[in-house]
């Protein structure tokens, strides 16, 4: 209902000061993946080299008690795969603990424990979120290095499972599919090979420039393709009351956009690095103190004074359609 971004982050900036809850947090608790999918940077070698650090139990448990009563969202998983921590799940429990409104979990799916996955959904984890860029073996495990088909499927087949046994509809199911020319023809099939499941959101997202080892950009024929396929896609999430996202308006995230700064105002991103890139810790700390030693409140007004727009790199940039 707002129209006007520095009306927006005068907003932010009010309910950072009176730490209202106002973020969207995600957090890496370990900086490493199991897979080496290639259009991601841990298909690298230099780049997978360098991912590193693990978040203690001591640091999620003040991190959450500094950062978390001011969460709208709180994501865990965001560059790396999380569960590779061997405490993840405490990160939804400490975000229980701290009433967060919305909880997820980004993942890769492939090696989360039945035990883990049973003691989220007893959690309360509101969204499982899967990432995956092939719907038939092949091309999943050729994009996926690493992975395995089966083992996916499986999760899945985990999930709808423990959704019976506990008799809950949560977690929701959210599959986050990144479309490049070579697997666009694969996701044509989508909902021959995954159409049983309950899928709450399928989210689209045409492959940004990761420094993986694989660049084929969507030319304007594979767009073409591409803005067909979610044509008909939208038509069958209607069918099944499936929320459909999709890049159909910046498909190679060139544009600017003047909610860029909001969106950056309210993105809030943990990694096991964070408290030393402001010689800190985690420890003691208030979150007036995290505003300011982060820089977060100075970014909030150098804002509100510029009232420019920004590029946001893949945030926002999906429509629900
Ligand atoms: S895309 Fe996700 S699952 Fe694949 S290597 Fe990167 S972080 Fe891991």
């Not at 900086?31 to 259009?39: D, F, I, P, T």
């Not at 499927?153 to 977690?171: G, S």
Request: include cysteine; hydrophobic fraction near 40%; charged fraction near 25%.
């Amino acid at each position: 209902m707002i129209k006007s971004p520095r009306l927006k982050l005068m907003g932010i900036l009010g309910a950072n000061v009176l730490g209202l809850r106002h973020l969207s947090i995600r957090v890496d608790p370990v900086m490493g993946c199991n897979l080496a999918c290639r259009m991601c940077y841990f298909s690298n070698a230099e780049r997978r080299k360098a991912m590193k650090g693990v978040m203690t139990s001591a640091e999620m448990s003040e991190m959450s008690r500094c950062l978390f009563p001011r969460a709208l969202q709180v994501v865990v998983g965001c560059a790396a795969e999380p569960t590779l921590h061997p405490d993840y799940v405490a990160l939804i429990r400490l975000a229980k603990r701290y009433c967060v409104p919305h909880i997820s979990l980004v993942t890769n799916g492939q090696i989360i424990t039945y035990e883990h996955l049973e003691q989220m959904v007893q959690a309360g984890l509101d969204e499982l979120i899967v990432s995956m860029h092939g719907v038939t073996k092949p091309v999943y495990e050729y994009f996926m290095q690493k992975s395995s088909y089966e083992a996916f499927v499986q999760r899945l087949d985990w999930l709808e499972a423990l959704k019976t046994k506990h008799h809950l509809k949560q977690p929701s199911l959210r599959i986050n599919y990144t479309v490049n020319p070579d697997n666009l023809g694969d996701l044509e099939g989508f909902f021959d090979h995954f159409g049983k499941y309950d899928i709450h959101t399928l989210q689209l997202r045409p492959m940004f420039e990761n420094d993986g080892i694989y660049h084929r950009q969507m030319d304007a024929g594979d767009e073409e393709r591409y803005r067909a396929l979610v044509e008909r896609f939208k038509v069958i999430a209607r069918e099944r009351g499936m929320q459909l996202l999709a890049n159909m308006s910046d498909v190679h995230y060139e544009q600017q956009s003047k909610d860029a700064r909001v969106a950056e105002a309210v993105y809030c991103y943990v990694s096991p690095s964070t408290a030393g890139h402001w010689g800190g810790s985690w420890k003691g700390l208030s979150f007036g103190r995290y505003s300011n030693v982060s820089g977060r409140r100075k970014e909030l007004w150098g804002a509100i004074i510029s009232g420019r727009g920004g590029r946001v790199g893949n945030i926002g940039k999906s429509q629900i359609l």
